[in-house]
């Protein structure tokens, strides 16, 4: 309905200080170990130039995530059978996932098909404008503002809308200065801006139907690491399936020296550890919180350098603060608009174009994939043969 919030069970609001307390731990967690993956892969980039290297890299990135998520659900388990309450939860998730293939099927097989390819892209493409060059990439929260609206039937107030549209003009800001530019890693970043966001509120959604019908069965529902855990084995798994085929072809021919496998297995678990940590807070927040919380890693990498002090450029500090600033902005709208129920004009998409809507965006996102794949292959193996 036109002006009515979104469903708090998609929003996941952590609302005891505990709770906050957790959700702040496990940013934490996120930023640090992406750091340390951002950080190594620009450090190794040169290795992985050739179309051959890339797949390989991306291989071993989902193959690896796969096989350290799986191994965490498997020993959380173990442990959670020593708790009554847990190994329940743990067999009603399972009950609702059996609901799921007895009378959605081919509804859920779909959304669950589509959540691995738009994280498939997503992940690639990041590293990939790593491998490119350095192009921030700061839209993903207005998309997800529009993937919320036409999935989860979210209505925003004008003020949050405000507040994610300046968020992104700080967030770019704050890597105002940021030197190179190649078309192909715009293409991509461009194309990570449409995924992930896709992604995400695709988890949402499939989140929300889970803890429902598990509510409606009268059951408890899944713990945030539980839905992480889930969530990070079936993403790697599938990406690790699509990747599977692509690196066969392009490795066939060539051999990847020791060192740079070495290299490719430390990156692989940077990026599982802070995916995780990213997939536990966006069962505890909202998917444009957590999309804006996803941009700010640049802002918050320049104010952790001016308490270093270290010289930072004024445009990139005036960012930060603008983005940091208007993220408290937004929570603080949708705090009140959850407290002030369904008055007051809102933006929200009207129900017969979302499903339009979402088709063109994901049409977008094809054409932006396909042109940067292409784009890519070019120019690496025209460096490759030089």
């Given amino acids: 309905m036109a002006g009515a919030p979104a469903d708090p069970a998609l929003l996941g609001t952590p609302t005891s200080v505990l709770g906050g307390s957790w959700t702040a731990v496990l940013i934490g967690i996120w930023y640090f170990s992406n750091f340390r993956f951002g ?27 796969w096989a350290m998520a799986a191994a965490a659900r498997l020993v959380y388990n173990r442990i959670s059978t020593t708790s009554g309450a847990a190994a329940s939860q743990r067999k009603e998730g399972e009950a609702a996932k059996a609901h799921d293939d007895h009378e959605e099927a081919a509804a859920v097989a779909g959304d669950r098909a589509l959540t691995m390819v738009t994280h498939t892209l997503g992940m690639s493409f990041t590293c990939l404008a790593f491998i490119s060059g350095s192009v921030f990439k700061s839209l993903a929260p207005i998309f ?23 968020l992104v003009g700080g967030a770019t800001l704050s890597s105002w200065n940021t030197p190179g530019f190649n078309l192909a890693a715009v293409l991509m970043c461009m194309a990570t801006n449409l995924s992930l966001p896709l992604r995400n509120v695709m988890i949402k959604q499939r989140t929300a139907l889970r803890q429902s019908q598990l509510a ?13 855990l889930d969530t990070a084995v079936d993403l790697n798994f599938g990406g690790m399936v699509i990747m599977t085929p692509l690196c066969l072809i392009f490795t066939r021919f060539s051999a990847i020296p020791t060192p740079d496998v070495a290299i490719a297995l430390q990156l692989g678990m940077h990026r599982i550890t802070y995916e995780i940590a990213s997939l536990m807070v966006l069962t505890r927040i909202d998917a444009v919180m957590h999309g804006s919380l996803d941009v700010l890693k640049r802002a918050a990498m320049t104010l952790i350098a001016l308490t270093s002090f270290k010289s930072v450029h004024p445009i990139n500090l005036a960012g930060s603060v603008l983005a940091f600033g208007t993220l408290l902005w937004y929570k603080l709208s949708i705090s009140k608009q959850a407290s002030a129920g369904a008055g007051g004009r809102a933006f929200y998409v009207p129900e017969k174009w979302r499903v339009k809507v979402g088709r063109l965006l994901k049409l977008l996102l094809a054409c932006l994939t396909t042109c940067a794949l292409r784009m890519f292959i070019q120019q690496h193996t025209g460096k490759c043969e030089m």
């Fill in 39 to 65: 950080f190594g892969l620009k450090r190794a980039s040169s290795l992985f130039q050739a179309p051959e290297r890339c797949a390989f890299l991306l291989w071993v990135l989902f193959a690896i995530g």
């Fill in 144 to 166: 997800t503002t529009i993937f919320s609206m036409c999935y989860l039937s979210a209505v925003f107030p004008y003020s949050a809308v405000a507040a994610v549209t300046l």
């Fill in 216 to 228: 409606d069965a009268g059951k408890a529902g899944l713990n945030s690491v539980q839905l992480a």
